[in-house]
Structures are given as C-alpha cells and as structure tokens.
C-alpha cells in the first residue's frame, strides 16, 4: 500500500512539470509574434523573422519548443506578404497591369475575350467576327499631319539688353564689372544692325512664291557684305505684304552637296531696317533618300502684320568654323559647313 501511494505521488509531482514546462516554452514562443491590422481590420498574428543568432541555435529551439514550431507553421501570414516569394496577393501585374501595355492591348486584359460584331452573310447567316482595338492615334495613323514644332533659335530684337536675363536696365556699374559686363557695349542687335542693311543690293532680289516650294542658289554669283558675324554670300527676299497674307511659318531647308551652308535669318521693315535676327538654329536634319539629298530644315515664324516685309538669309563665321555630324551607314559622318549651298523656302504646310 505504501508502495502504491509513492507511485501515484511521483506521477502527479511529473504530470505538474510537464505543465510548468510546456507553459513557460509558450509564453517563450509567443514573444517571437508580432501584431497587426490588414486592410479589412481584422488583427492578425506573424511570426517575427529570426535574427542570425536564433538560427545558429536553432537546433536546441527546435529540440526545445517543437509545440511552438508546430504553431508557427499554421500561424496565418499577412494577406499579400512578399516575403517568400515575391508575390503579392492582391496588387500584382494580373490585377494591376501596366496601363501603356494595357493601352497597346486594347484596353483587353489577357484571359479575357477580344470585343467582337456581328454580321450577316450573303445566306443569311449571323456571324460574329472579333477583333483588336486600334489604340493609335489619328497622327500615328497618318489621318492628320503632326502639329509643326518651332525650331530653337536664338533671337535678337531692337531693346535687348546686355548680361544675364532680368538684369535691370539701372543696374549698378560695379555690379556689373562684377559680372564682366561693359555698361557701354552694344548688344549684339545693335551690332549687327549698325552694318546692315542699307548697303544690300537690291537690284535682283527673290520673289516669295505663294502656294509652293521654291528654291534659292546661294552660289559664288551670290552678292557678299561684311556683317558684324563676318563676311557672307546672302540673299534678299521679298516677303508677301501683310494685306495679302496674314503671319505664316517659314520651312527653310539647306542641301547637303559636299557640304551645307547653314543660315541666320534676318527681317527688315520697308526701310530696310532690322527688325528682326534669328541665329543658332538648332535645325534638324534629314538624310538623303534615293530622290533628294539630305538636308538640315528649320521651322521660323514670319510676322508680315509687324512690319516684317523683307527677310535676309546669310551665314556667320562662327558658323563656317563648324560641322554638322550625323550617323551615317558605316558610323559618325562629318559634313562641312560651306560659304554657298542650295536653299529651299516655302510656307509650312504647302
């Protein structure tokens, strides 16, 4: 009898510690959780990553807390966690597509049917025939032109002033010999226009053709004058007076035949005054097809209703020390900047 009391006393004092163990391994496991809200607020449970430590050990955790991993594995994960594979479960590629690609598609998501008409045939029979949506637009399909884009360029008018843009005209003399700038030097439209144009012949200029594309030979029997940007073969052209033409855009081309003479533009008043400069045209070019040479083109507004009657086309220096580099068919071509050259002018869009 005593014997069996002792038995029953030692497994009771064993059950108890099986129950303070597995408590305290619990509680221990628990504090690797981390708590949170998903978007349906709703609170969930996650396991926290383990740090290095913990894995080096992670033979004696496992050993001694197999009842936490057990837990651990059916725990529920964030909704959409990336963690493992770098999936999210809501805001993926097949929820979310790429709008430029869904545009190119159609607007019609893959898995999805293409849009579709109905039809009748010659028997009578209804069909039903599908089809891709055309996403491009009325330019890409050719149905309008594209809108003309100006060409960059620098330019000069009478009351530019000297120095950096928004310099005030009664800017202290000091300030300015700060900046390097001359309070008595001329701007660049005062020295240009202080050699020009009076002394321009005006004996055989070009008539502006209205309705089509002419062209203008800036050859050597092309008259020369000194202008401030250096000596250059020019040409004077008569531009269409304002009761007969309102303000248009000058398409100004320049062939390329063993070079290209790369023009400046100026516009004068009935006087023959400057009103007008345009220089540094950042123009584009055009390479040469089987039916014409390439060309450099540049896109200038004309304002006849300013007093703009008369346009005077010419080259610099600064212009003929250059060249002109495009990509040609074995690599980088260079194509000289010429002192004559071969011109075409017309009104954009004829």
């Known amino acids: 009898m005593p014997k069996s009391r002792f038995m029953v006393v030692a497994c009771l004092m064993l059950a108890l510690n099986g129950c303070q163990l597995s408590g305290s391994d619990s509680s221990g496991s628990r504090e690797g959780y981390f708590t949170w809200v998903d978007e349906q607020g709703r609170v969930r449970h996650s396991p926290m990553p383990q740090s290095s430590g913990d894995r080096d050990g992670g033979e004696s955790t496992e050993a001694k807390g197999d009842g936490a991993s057990r837990a651990s594995a059916v725990e529920p994960t964030p909704a ?36 579709y008409f109905t039809w009748r045939d010659a028997q009578g029979n209804i069909r039903v025939s599908y089809y891709q949506p055309d996403t491009r637009t009325a330019v890409e399909k050719g149905r309008i032109k594209p809108p003309i884009q100006l060409t960059e360029a620098s330019i000069h008018q009478p009351g530019e002033t000297i120095g950096p843009p928004g310099l005030p005209e009664d800017a202290d003399p000091e300030a300015m010999a700060v900046l390097g700038i001359d309070p008595g030097e001329e701007s660049f439209f ?56 309102t303000d248009f855009i000058l398409h100004l081309r320049s062939f390329n035949h063993d070079g290209m003479f790369v023009p400046s533009v100026a516009f004068l008043d009935a006087s023959f005054a400057p009103v007008r400069i345009v220089t540094d045209l950042v123009a584009s070019y055009v390479p040469e097809s089987w039916y014409q040479y390439g060309y450099l083109h ?40 010429t002192r004559t050259g071969e011109l075409s002018l017309s009104r954009a869009g004829e």
Not at 302 to 318: C, D, L, N, Q, Y
Not at 330 to 337: E, L, S, T
Request: aromatic letters at 10%; glycine letters at 12%.
């Open 80 to 115: 959409g966690d990336t963690s493992s594979g770098g999936y999210h479960e809501e805001y993926n590629l097949e929820n979310y597509p790429d709008g430029n690609q869904l545009e190119k598609d159609g607007y019609v998501r893959p898995g999805e049917p293409k849009p």
């Open 190 to 245: 005062q020295q240009w226009a202080g050699q020009c144009c009076q002394a321009l012949e005006r004996s055989e200029p070009e008539q502006w053709q209205e309705g089509r594309e002419f062209g203008v030979s800036m050859g050597d029997n092309a008259p020369r004058h000194s202008f401030s940007t250096g000596d250059s073969h020019y040409r004077l052209v008569r531009l269409p007076p304002a009761e007969q033409t």
């Open 298 to 337: 540049a896109y200038i507004p004309v304002f006849p209703s300013r007093g703009e009657r008369w346009m005077v086309i010419f080259t610099r220096e600064a212009d003929l020390a250059g060249q002109t580099v495009i990509e040609g068919k074995y690599g980088p071509k260079a194509i000289p900047h």
